[in-house]
């Protein structure tokens, strides 16, 4: 059949409250103008993130059920343990209350001064946490993944050949080399089986570990089986199992690709670092065989581990990013093609191209498909990621995005098909929208808290 369906039905259901414009304009003047200070009950359907938002299986709210709260050695512990030496071969497991609490741990020891990490392309968190430690965070993106329209199948991969110039250079300055997958900052794109196993060999020449930032591994494995040739005939789970026997270890939030509201870990092979990271984890997080969370989440995380195997699952979720997007390209909307994993981007500096970077493209639109429709959405541009020079001059990101995160399993096709009809007719009227101008703005990860007005 052509139609693919949602592979579950509804059990449990949440209403959404409904709000006019004249009081969006009102909530919207009290946070700032920032999404992020909204309340989730003032919006009709929330795209802020796929992070934390899943809805869960009745499987996994048995497992709520099911969880063993025992301080040490909880039998949730070793479920969740066994699941994820399954998927990714790693042998140490420590699991934390989100991905950014592996980040910490991990950069808190390998991280400071003089130290430098290179990745595809850092999400913000990561990189917030390498500068946090002292050291640099650098991006290495291959050509095609910086531009927003080329229509190519592996978007986030890696520039090899920089990567390798790179060590050469500064091999003694980094302890280890990451690759997002899927790349979120560039649109959700993936990176090929073939550029983990390329990364792999330069790591191996410079002998450097390979750490994967791996919250959307199955999302990436989706793509991996249909875009690569040899991969058509493999099952999801040999796709992961190979992804992550090139690495020699990962960070995780399990807020995405694991289907749980809450949760993360670290994974990896080298004995005296996972010594390391327990202990401070046991300072930071709490005893080992729970982390940062309670015997019932890590029971949720492994049964979504294994319910995001499912390839009825993936088809259907990468088939409602693409859905969203073929809509939006009907109607000349410009975005990153072809549509990632996990979210759709829209290209806020060809939406706006009246709107300079520094008045923030992506800002005004997220504020308008809020106006317009009460869609919440997310800046991925200056606001998220502009810097300043030594004058205090603006320094524009590579690209100016708006990002639509689809929650996974909670929005059903006329939930999309509304958010299709917002953000249409809002470039219909593209060029009423102004800029933006910051009144307010903390000193690390401004997009928050920051407070805006709109340039009259
Ligand atoms: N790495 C990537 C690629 C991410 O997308 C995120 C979170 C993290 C690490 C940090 O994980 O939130 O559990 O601490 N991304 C969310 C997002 C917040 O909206 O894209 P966390």
Redesign the pocket.
Known sequence: MKTIIEPFRIKSVEPIYFTTETQRQQKLKEVGSNLFGLKGDDVIIDL?????TSAMSAKQWAGIMEGDESYAGSRSFYRFEAMVKKITGLQYVIPTH????A?KILFSIIGGEGVIIPNNTH?D??RANIEFSGAKAIDLLNAQGKIPDLIAYFKGNMDTAKLDAFLLENASKVPLVML?IT???GGGQPVAMQNIKDVKAICDKYQKPLFL?A??FAENAYFIKTREAGYENKSILEICQEMFSYADGM?M????DALVNIG?FLALNNTELAQKCRNVLVVTEGFPTYGGLAGRDLEAIAQGLEEILDENYLQYRIRTIEYLGDKLVKAGVPLILPTGGHAVYLDASKFCPHIPSHEFPGQAIACALYLKGGIRA?EIGSVMFGKTDENGEPIAPDLELV?L?IPRRVYTQSHIDYVAEVIIEVYEEREKLKGYKITHEPPMLRHFTAEFEEIA
């Open positions: 802020l993130t796929d992070s934390g989100q991905g950014r609490a980040e999400f968190t990561t997002t790349n979120n900052s930032d919250c959307r960070t939030s399990a807020k995405k993360g997310c990002r995160a």
